[in-house]
């Protein structure tokens, strides 16, 4: 069972206070989150019972985005073994997705010292027994596990599968680095498809993704020429990605 806190700010901003009190691989889980953090400056709150707001400890990484590689892949692996029957993939850069719905999202944040990158701490935050209603509210699509089920989940149960399923999923990147990473991008349903790209400046434009390098960043295809994206967000259609 990972280390459970009854109510935080946010599990990511804990860990990286408390970065040097725990080992390599600890999982912690707060019950209730009241600032959590997802990408972009957006918020993801916890409220008691609704989802999983919990962070990870990696220290032998060897770049940032490995760590969500390894986060998402166990993502993956717990909400599938949650509700079989959905179909969800990965969407770059950190997304679980159902459909056109967000279901969970992945923060990786290095751990800088000395210009070093001395570890990661991997926040992961799953839909779990969210209400439509409530879903309906946070402004972008989104689902959880309860709207695709129809059926409530006890959170205390789902958090040792998913704490085994990053531990299973640490140990083969350690051991079989390529090999995890190429699972991970497998499991990235945007290659080759055609996407929605938004730069941090806001601008937008259409490219094909043909992949996704050996540094995490997609190899898009727009106006006849190649270019990395590797900092911004992914805007994907049912039409283009289930075509």
């Known amino acids: 069972m990972p280390v459970l806190l009854d109510r935080v700010d946010s599990t990511n901003t804990f860990l990286k206070t ?30 008691r019972g609704d989802g999983i707001a919990s962070s990870v400890i990696f220290r032998e990484i060897g770049a ?3 760590a969500g590689a390894i986060g998402g892949l166990a993502t993956l692996e717990t909400v599938r073994s949650a509700v079989p029957e959905a ?6 850069p950190n997304d679980v997705y159902c459909g056109e719905r967000k279901i969970a999202g992945i923060l990786s944040e290095g751990i800088w010292r000395s210009g ?4 990661v701490v991997c926040g992961i935050g799953i839909n779990v027994n969210d209400e439509v209603s409530a ?27 998913l704490e085994k399923s990053l531990a299973a999923h640490y140990i083969k990147y350690k ?7 190429g699972e991970w991008k497998r499991e990235n349903r945007l290659i080759g498809k055609t996407v929605e790209l938004i730069r941090p400046d806001g601008e937008r434009f259409r490219a094909g993704i043909s992949g996704i390098d050996d540094d995490g960043n997609l190899v898009a295809v727009h ?6 994206f590797g ?11 289930f075509k």
Do not use: N
């Open 135 to 161: 879903l309906e509210k946070i402004g972008r699509p989104a689902t959880s596990l309860f709207a695709l089920s129809g059926k409530k989940f006890e959170i205390k149960k789902l958090l040792p599968l």
């Open 231 to 241: 900092c911004g967000d992914v805007r994907i259609d049912a039409a283009d990605i």
């Open 223 to 228: 106006g006849g020429s190649v270019t990395l």
């Open 87 to 92: 179909d969800f993939f990965f969407k770059w």
């Open 116 to 119: 070093k990158l001395c570890g």
């Open 175 to 181: 051991f079989e680095r390529a090999r995890l990473i």
């Open 64 to 66: 940032g985005f490995h």
């Open 18 to 47: 408390h970065f040097d009190d725990y080992p390599d691989g600890t999982m912690v889980a707060a019950m209730e989150q009241t600032a959590g953090r997802g990408r972009m400056g957006r918020s993801w709150h916890q409220k």
